[in-house]
């Protein structure tokens, strides 16, 4: 009778454990707004190979990894620090637009409109330009808005 009892203990804690397990990974990854402030990072860090496995293959646009990486060399901002940041996501979706402002080592602020796709349970980012308007971009009249400010402790 104590053999089953433990048996049944056991099994109960192993389901209990496989479904915790399955519930906290879930969708795992960075959200919407961390996978941007990632692939800022490793624009303004130089890291190529990270901006590649951020890349959605429509910002791949059919370039092998080698030939990516040439061009974000040729078109990188250079490195430098960023000291703090905000994102702002509007969440479309599978998709989403967010704006990122950047405060940088230089003094100089940076401002970039990114879109994203879930691919997989994974944000990736789907198209980065520079943006020249205005800041804050959402309001809380917006309908999806989802507003985030230093996901992660800035530079200072």
């Known amino acids: 009778m104590l053999d089953r009892i433990r048996v049944a203990s056991l099994l109960i804690g192993l389901v209990g454990l496989a479904g915790f397990v399955v519930i906290t990974q879930a969708g795992s990854g960075l959200g919407a707004p961390g996978a941007v402030m990632d692939y800022e990072r490793a624009v303004y860090s130089g890291d190529y190979s990270r901006m590649w496995n951020l890349a959605s293959e429509s910002l791949r646009a059919g370039q092998s990894k080698e030939d990516f990486i ?10 430098e620090r960023i000291l703090d940041y905000a994102v702002q996501t509007n969440f479309l979706g599978d998709s989403a637009v967010s ?12 401002m970039h409109r990114l879109s994203l796709e879930r691919v997989g349970g994974r944000w990736l980012i789907a198209g980065y330009e520079d943006y020249s308007g205005t800041w804050p971009l959402y309001t809380s009249g917006d309908r999806e808005r989802d507003d985030h400010q230093r996901l992660w402790p800035g530079g200072r």
Do not use: D, W
């Open 99 to 110: 704006h990122s402002r950047l405060e940088l080592e230089s003094g100089q602020t940076a």
């Open 70 to 79: 040439n061009r974000a060399q040729a078109t990188s901002p250079g490195s």
